[in-house]
């Protein structure tokens, strides 16, 4: 099955989303409906990169257009509205593919979206975050923590230890108010973005293979994921 392109209404709005399938998949392996970051879109390159590296390990991917992006502007829409469009998006994803698990999440600004949705008590079998901006870049008193001990279902997240937007000593500290079993992986040498410096011994794309590989694993992990045989 090659990529399918849907409009989706979200309020008096429409935004475009794209599902494409993972490598071998059906319906019983998960879905992972990945939002994209402020300054980026649904074609940018980081999430083209996430998406083939999820497909390639199994997972079949939604990407999507927050409305700002879909009308060319650079200006993100408020937080109700971003949260309005990730559940819109999940929501025509179910109606269309009635996946087995569905998880939600994304890159930095649409990750804590779905976060948010999250703490709201959306239904979804969990969330994936990729770099959580867990405050602005050079504001740590800024946090952006006050709705993650409302979250009850299992989360991923991956950050890099050089992320300018999350620093380490604060996100393990918040997380000690969290009751949700959250896994916390941390990139060596990483920023915001998931790149490396060369001197890492390691590139972008083995780091994006390790996150795919990583999640893929998670994911079969989860309640109910296990088949027979």
């Known amino acids: 099955m090659s990529a399918v392109e849907w409009k989706v209404a979200v309020g008096a709005s429409e935004t475009t989303a794209v599902y494409e399938p993972g490598a071998g998949t059906s319906a019983e392996l998960p879905l992972f409906v990945c939002a994209h970051g402020a300054g980026g879109n649904m074609a940018d390159r980081g999430i083209l990169a996430t998406a083939n590296a ?15 992006k879909e009308r060319g502007s650079s200006r993100p829409d408020p937080m109700p509205l971003l949260m309005e469009t990730t559940a819109a998006v999940v929501a025509r994803a179910r109606d269309e593919l009635s996946p087995e698990r569905l998880v939600i999440g994304g890159r930095s600004m649409g990750g804590r979206a779905a976060s948010m949705l999250a703490a709201d008590g959306y239904a979804a079998d969990g969330l994936l975050l990729l770099a959580y901006p867990l405050h602005p870049a050079g504001q740590p008193e800024k946090l952006r923590t006050a709705h993650l001990p ?9 950050s890099g230890t050089r992320d300018p937007l999350c620093t380490r000593d604060l996100m393990e500290r918040a997380l000690q108010t969290v009751t949700a079993t959250w896994d916390m992986r941390w990139i060596e040498g990483a920023d915001h973005s998931f790149h490396v410096l060369k001197s890492s011994g390691t590139n972008d794309a083995a780091v994006m293979a390790h996150i795919a590989a990583s999640s893929a694993m998670w994911l079969s992990r989860l309640p109910g994921m296990e088949r027979a045989g």
Do not use: S, T
């Not at 390639?56 to 990407?63: A, L, P």
């Not at 409302?150 to 991956?158: E, W």
């Open 150 to 158: 409302k979250i009850r279902m299992p989360v991923l997240a991956f």
């Open 54 to 68: 999820f497909r390639e390990h199994g997972v079949g991917v939604v990407r999507f257009n927050f409305l700002y």
